[in-house]
């Protein structure tokens, strides 16, 4: 089968001038990133869990008997987590076609009237709960799965409301481990080395997957192509998610070009956008390099969707700042064969379309965006793929995950922890008096006592 390509024309100097990368710095990055390759990720088996992930035939066969199971007695799903417990399940469900059950995301955001928006019409005798955390302690999700919880309670009892919940989190520890050992709930497990944005290929995002009649095998297979590519390029010759990487890399080294846009001009991939704004935030944006050295390092991801975006953004695209790299998802084939119809053939601001298919009229406007943008020395890139399938959604999550950690090691961080996000947890335990955050609660105390203290 054909493979996802990345068009790199226009991120090149020879034909966006001086802001583009040159051939010379792409030559001399070379030999790092083929040692990047074969330190980590060529191994057999791969340091990273994400890697492994795509070959993971047992989770799959466990995921796959619990949706079947779940999908026989139950009409509705309703998911509850956040960021890689959310974003990644999301982004494939929206995607693809699906015949399975009717899924309700949950649990990421604690606004009291989205949750009652969202419950008003749940019949909870057919409807499931898949309730999303390693810890078990996030308070998104597990506050909003009391309250589901005790609303499910009331309808069907406590013994049989257990029946209604699987919990997918950490396989060993735990707060929600803890409970669902309490309560007798079906658990899948969140891989132990595995990070939430790197866990869509897990059971994180596979469950509600199969639940919602996605094809996850295809999927997999996808993912696991894109690792095999990595796997067995020639040792000389580059591998496109290493050519993404880099490029990015050099440009935001180089070049400032510290904002990082991703455009998709398919409406079922618009939640590909968000999935990637936490990947290449939340993996990138580090204090510290790995040896310690203070570097406050990260360039901005902006989900953006076309046609749509051509009229609320690329006026500052064409014509802002020179801080940009604009990467556009490109699909070849809809299947669809949509056409304007011949009307008002004597009006010629309109007359032209006639005939056209609408895979056209919005594959050209990224072309025009494209050509507009270079014209203008603004680097862009086209990630492509052959048509919206499970296998090749499998590849771009796979692709745009490999790239997101060669990114890491060439700024010299992390890319696998988050301590910003938890330190702001800390500070919300502390907020609330949640017992043993006494200390961080009195270290807030002066940052406490002016907040607030100057509203007009």
Known sequence: MKSIQYDYSFMLSSTVGEFGTAQSDLNSILPTVLELRNNYFIQNPSPYGFMRLPYDSNSVTRVLDVA???KERFQTLLVLGVGGSDLGARAVIDALP???MKLVFLGANTDPVEIQNCLKDIDWEHTAINVISKSGDTIETMSTFLYVRD???????VEKASGHI???????????????HKEGYEILPVPEDVGGRFSVLSPVGLFPMACAGIQIEDLLSGARDICEQLLHSPTTQWQSAELFAVLHFIGYTKHSQNVHVLIPYMA???????????????????????DGLEVYTGPTPVAALGATDQHSQFQLYYYGPYDKIITF????????RLVVPHSF?????????????????VRTELQASALALAERKRPNGRIILPCNSAYYIGQLL???????????????????DQPGVELGKQNMYALFGRPGYEKRRAELSALMENYGKNVV
């Open 68 to 70: 079947n199971r779940i």
């Open 98 to 100: 699906s015949s399975g």
């Open 151 to 157: 609303l499910l309670i009331a309808q069907m009892g």
């Open 166 to 180: 699987i919990a997918t989190t950490d396989t060993k520890k735990g707060t929600l481990r803890a409970i669902a």
């Open 268 to 290: 079922a991939l618009r939640q590909t956008g968000f999935w990637f704004r936490q990947l290449w935030a939340e993996s990138l944006g580090k204090k510290e390099t790995v």
């Open 329 to 336: 998802i490109d699909v070849e084939d809809y299947g669809s």
């Open 345 to 361: 053939n004597d009006i010629e601001g309109v007359a032209y379309m006639g005939g056209l298919s609408f895979e056209k009229i």
């Open 398 to 416: 796979q692709f745009l995950e490999i790239s997101t950690v060669y990114m890491g090691h060439l700024l010299h961080i992390n890319p696998f």
